[in-house]
């Protein structure tokens, strides 16, 4: 019975992988250059960026704990492996056009590309911080509110009831 499991499970695996590959394969040149077109114009990796000088600053400070009289040749260590590693920023961003192709197709990608280079599209994704901001701020706002009126009507309401 396990085996069996196993067999099925085995199998599903396989077939989403090779739908996967599959639709990989099928997706076009124009397809991925609109999903790279998309990806830049929404800035949509990158916070990426970031990611390996993160770890190269936590391996320096991990390393350097440990052997505090070497920091200097730790610190050199460290940067020179980081950049060694810095090409491999380029398969991230692959996999990202991919995510993109699969998601959004070439005409909703070239929409999306057009409005994040248009001038609104740019406030917008400048803007975009402060807004969540005031929303946030808004919300937590508006919550207080409500909050403090369903106390007031349930009080009201138990009282009414004798509850209280």
Known sequence: MMRRVLMVALLLVAGVMGSAQVRAQETSESHL???????????????????????????KSELIRNSPDKEAEISAIVDEATLT????????????????????????????????ESDAGKKFLE????????????????????????QGAVVEKMKAAGLQ
């Open 33 to 59: 250059a609109a999903a790279r077109r998309a990806i830049g114009a929404t800035r949509s990796t990158d916070r990426f960026d970031n990611i390996l000088l993160q770890m190269g600053q936590q391996a």
């Open 85 to 116: 590693l810095a090409t491999r920023r380029g398969d991230l961003e692959g996999e990202a056009v991919q995510v993109f192709a699969n998601v959004f197709s070439e005409d909703e990608l070239t929409a999306i590309a057009d409005f994040y």
């Open 127 to 150: 803007q975009t911080p402060l807004v969540l901001r005031e929303l946030d701020r808004a919300a937590r706002v508006w919550a207080n509110g409500v909050r403090r009126d369903l």
